[in-house]
């Protein structure tokens, strides 16, 4: 699976869960903060990380699940790519 | 660096500005409403040094009232009978006791460096009661507010109770009298409690003297605060306190009078009278009799109305002091008008 | 001790006099200020209970002994026989600390408690007074004091941040004495390194940090302080005597003075953290602005509820236990912990189970309508009118406002009695007293407090940001002036010390 194709996935999910077609235009670019964007709230996080886990079959260690790791759409897709998520 | 002087510069000078609002406004609150300092426990001993009274007033704030009893004795005696009250705020016969052991003693009986008394002029003492000092220090309101017994103590008596009980809100009092005598110029810091500022300012935008007219739930709450007080009369430690200040005067060969001062007509109701104050007069009488002391009891027998008493509806206003004198002067307290011989 | 007190006004200018006074530069420039906070914070919390600083000293020693070992043995760089006996290992001394720390809040706070519901339930069966119950005195701030070093601990055991290896610091960081009554809980990765380094006297520290203090204390003393005795206490006291209409108004004054205390407390303890260079974190965020339920949770207690959200709610619902993903499910134990952390009585777990419940409830809720919202755009544009946001907000707040009735009542009975009394079913018909200037005054503060962050609320605040100077300064003045005319004599103790 390439970046692109992990992008889609994740931009469809929170279209899906939150945004019903708007996430790109509420991202902004791809280095934004969730947080400061309103992106996810604090709720939507635990989701996406149980999506990532369950999606891209990885684990996502107690060591980095804090919101700083995820805020991004880039940090997302570096953490997935990092820990074996592209052969989902 | 010339940023951060102006970053220092404009903090200097909000808060210098704040300051001299503050300081300004205080000034100008002074013109409607004037500092009015109280006779306190640290005030009157302050006096009592610095004089020889002849007559001695213990009591609690009511002791106060006795001060324009003092200044008409003064007058009339041109200065043979001479009045010093102690006033401890909240009352209680414990707290009386613990002022005379630890403030007053010292003064009845410091010597000069020949051995004679420092004081000799000393001949009568009133104590200035009411059924309230006979029940136990805790009993009152549950808000503890600025008038409390920790104002008569020395910065030792504090530092002692700090160790034993930490910081709490009665000994607190102690630190917030200190901070008053701080600030002795300053109306805002003087009338905290008091709520004189508010009164003053609403008579002064109404142009209307502040109103004579009591609240009437205050009245209820103090009728039944009276009636009810039947049931706490005569605490063992408070009376053991009264038995420690009458033998310690009448073992100094002290003339002394139990006197029972005047509560508001208005939250005297016929159960109170009957109950409450009668149980209490009768057992003081009793035991005034029993230990030869003079006993009076004007509790509900002076001139005063309810409009001579202050809106708390518990002390007597400056003109009904005035009142009071000349009539307790005319009758039963007439003996004090000899006090110099 | 209390900010509110008079003392402070003497505690604090000796200790910001002596903290700023210190070597400038480097690691004694930072020892001396470290070690003025802890002496003052021990001071401060002598003159609440000199003895049981003898708890906050070992739990101290504990969670940072228990921080320095485990930091000492991180698992990475090992083969994996060994990574997993150490593994083992650190979690057994991560567990044990964390236990401990929970021990010490445990036994003073909950021990009794449970004795107590013990014995009730063995008296129901027969059995009379079967256990004995235990009342200690609750050391000052120990349920802050232990969330802050149980935060600590699992940060180093689940290695997001190394230990701490400066016990001067260490010790400055728990036991602040700003924090130590009521909070803000504070966070490991945000706070501690702010004892790591000397702090610097900044213009907008001062400015802010005393901006901070002075509405607190207004927030503290003046609105929450009044209507306590004058509104609050007599119908809570005794719902039986008011009528439905007094005992409405009460309940609405009540949520006032709580946000007003304790939001207050959180403004003077930021704002004195600010005054030692010390950002501690928000704690309010105006929360009667919101329009559901999670939002009042992320604006309410904000320390508390990130607390939970990080430590507990989190690792279970992403973790591999039954509660994975399931949301609703944590959220009523995230929820009922929170009620027990407030209290051990029976009032605060009711409390705690229905804000659970209700975020549960609102979970589905929102799985629900965004469902609709897939399939039907409207739904979206529906959620974002001004109708829905309305009723949304007075749900969320009449909800808000009808759990406080168990918050506060003394008991489940009394609880019970005064909500029969806001149904009309009490039978008093006793009216509120002191309806006057000053509650008016607590009603329009409220409101503009939470207006100026909506609309032009901003922009006005802004514009006075820009006045000269010396405008600005009077008008501080003038505030102090109004406090110091209509904040009631008499020490009051902050709400949520009692937690």
């Not at chain 2, 508001?264 to 007069?281: E, H, I, N, V, W």
Request: hydrophobic share 50%; aromatic share 12%.
């Amino acid at each position: 699976m390439t970046r692109a194709d992990m992008r889609r996935l994740l931009i469809d999910w929170l279209d899906d869960k939150y945004h019903f077609g708007d996430a790109e235009a509420k991202i902004g670019d791809d280095e934004a903060s969730f947080l400061d964007r309103g992106v996810l709230d604090s709720l939507g996080f635990v989701a996406l990380v149980v999506y990532l886990e369950d999606k891209f079959r990885i684990k996502i260690e107690l060591k980095l699940l804090n919101r700083e790791n995820f805020d991004s759409v880039n940090k997302i897709l570096d953490y997935v790519t990092a820990h074996g998520g592209g052969n989902a | 660096m010339s940023g951060m002087l102006g970053g220092w510069r404009n903090l200097l000078l909000v808060g210098f500005c704040a300051f001299a609002t503050v300081a300004a406004t205080d000034a100008a609150l002074q013109t409607v409403v004037p500092l009015n300092p109280l006779l306190e426990v640290d005030s009157a001993i302050l006096q009592y040094a610095a004089g020889d009274p002849t007559v001695l007033v213990v009591g609690s704030s009511h002791a106060r009232s006795f001060v324009a009893l003092g200044r008409a004795l003064y007058e009339r005696t041109h200065g043979e009978v001479r009045v010093q009250s102690v006033p401890v705020e909240w009352g209680k016969l414990t707290n009386y006791a613990w002022v005379l052991e630890n403030r007053i003693k010292p003064l009845i009986e410091a010597r000069t460096s020949s051995g004679a008394l420092r004081r000799p002029s000393l001949r009568h003492v009133l104590i200035v009661t009411e059924w309230w000092d006979s029940t136990s220090q805790g009993n009152g309101t549950s808000s503890i507010t600025m008038g409390l017994p920790a104002r008569a103590w020395r910065w030792r008596d504090f530092l002692a109770d700090l160790c034993a009980n930490n910081l709490n809100n009665y000994n607190r009092n102690f630190l917030q009298k200190i901070w008053r005598e701080l600030w002795p110029k300053s109306i805002l810091v003087q009338d905290r409690g008091h709520d004189r500022i508010i009164e003053g300012l609403r008579a002064s935008i109404s142009r209307k003297a502040p109103s004579s007219a009591k609240d009437p739930k205050s009245i209820e709450f103090w009728q039944a605060m009276i009636e009810g007080g039947e049931q706490s009369l005569f605490e063992p430690s408070q009376m053991k306190a009264f038995d420690e200040l009458v033998s310690y005067f009448k073992g100094r060969d002290l003339d002394v009078t139990l006197l029972l001062y005047p509560r508001m007509p208005g939250t005297l109701t016929q159960k109170a009278k009957d109950t409450t104050l009668r149980q209490f007069s009768q057992r003081m009488r009793a035991i005034a009799q029993e230990k030869g002391i003079r006993f009076v009891d004007i509790t509900a027998s002076s001139p005063l109305t309810d409009d001579d008493f202050a809106p708390d509806l518990d002390h007597v206003l400056p003109d009904g002091n005035e009142r009071l004198a000349a009539w307790a002067l005319a009758g039963d307290l007439s003996f004090l008008a000899g006090a110099a011989q | 001790m209390s900010f509110t007190g008079v003392e402070f006004a003497v505690f604090f200018p000796t200790v910001f006099l002596l903290y700023w006074v210190g070597p400038r530069r480097g690691a004694s420039g930072r020892n001396w200020q470290n070690a003025i906070l802890l002496l003052a914070s021990v001071a401060f919390y002598a003159t609440w209970s000199p003895r049981l600083l003898v708890v906050l000293t070992a739990a101290v020693a504990t969670s940072f002994a228990a921080g320095v070992w485990l930091d000492a043995r991180p698992t990475e760089g090992m083969d994996e026989a060994q990574a997993a006996i150490m593994r083992k290992k650190r979690k057994a001394i991560a567990v044990i600390a964390v236990i401990m720390q929970l021990g010490f809040l445990g036994l003073f706070k909950y021990a009794g408690f449970f004795s107590q519901s013990l014995n009730a339930l063995l008296d129901a069966a027969g059995i009379s007074d079967a256990m004995p119950v235990l009342r200690l005195a609750l050391p000052l701030g120990i349920s802050y004091t232990t969330l802050i070093q149980v935060g600590y601990l699992l940060e180093v055991y689940w290695e997001r941040s190394p230990a701490c290896r400066d016990p001067l610091a260490y010790s400055a960081f728990v036991a602040f004495f700003p924090q130590l009554i009521a909070g803000p809980i504070v966070r490991t990765r945000a706070m501690l390194p702010q004892y790591y380094e000397r702090r610097a006297l900044r213009t907008d520290d001062v400015a802010e940090g005393a901006a901070s203090f002075l509405l607190g204390f207004a927030m503290k003393a003046l609105v929450a302080d009044w209507l306590s005795p004058n509104l609050v206490a007599p119908a809570f006291s005794n719902p039986g005597a008011y009528s439905a209409g007094a005992l409405w108004i009460a309940l609405a004054a009540y949520a006032t003075q709580l946000f007003c205390d304790f939001a207050g407390y959180s403004l003077m303890a930021i704002g004195t953290g600010r005054l030692f260079g010390l950002t501690l974190p928000e704690n309010f965020r105006y929360p009667f602005l919101s329009k559901s339920l999670p939002e009042f949770w992320r604006r309410w207690h904000i320390s508390l509820n990130t607390w939970l959200f990080d430590y507990i709610f989190a690792p279970l619902t992403t973790g591999r236990s039954r509660f994975r993903g399931r949301v609703g499910a944590g959220f009523v134990v995230v929820f009922l912990a929170s009620g027990l952390w407030h209290g051990p009585t029976w009032t605060f777990v009711l409390w705690g189970l229905s804000h659970g419940i209700a975020m549960a409830v609102h979970h589905a809720y929102d799985e629900w309508y965004k469902r609709r919202c897939r399939k039907d755009r409207r739904w979206v544009e529906a959620r974002r009118s001004k109708p829905y946001g309305a009723a949304a907000w007075v749900l969320t707040q009449a909800f808000f406002l009808l759990t406080l009735v168990p918050f506060r009542s003394p008991g489940l009975r009394a609880a019970a009695d005064f909500a029969a009394g806001l149904l009309g079913l009490g039978g008093g018909s006793g009216r509120v007293g002191h309806f006057g200037f000053m509650a008016l005054f607590c009603a329009a503060f409220m409101v503009v407090f939470h207006s100026l962050q909506v609309g032009r609320g901003p922009a006005l605040m802004e514009r006075f940001r820009a006045l000269p100077t010396p405008i600005r300064g009077v008008s501080y003045g003038l505030a102090m002036v109004f406090l110091l005319v209509f904040v009631p004599l008499g020490a009051s103790t902050f709400i949520y010390a009692q937690f």
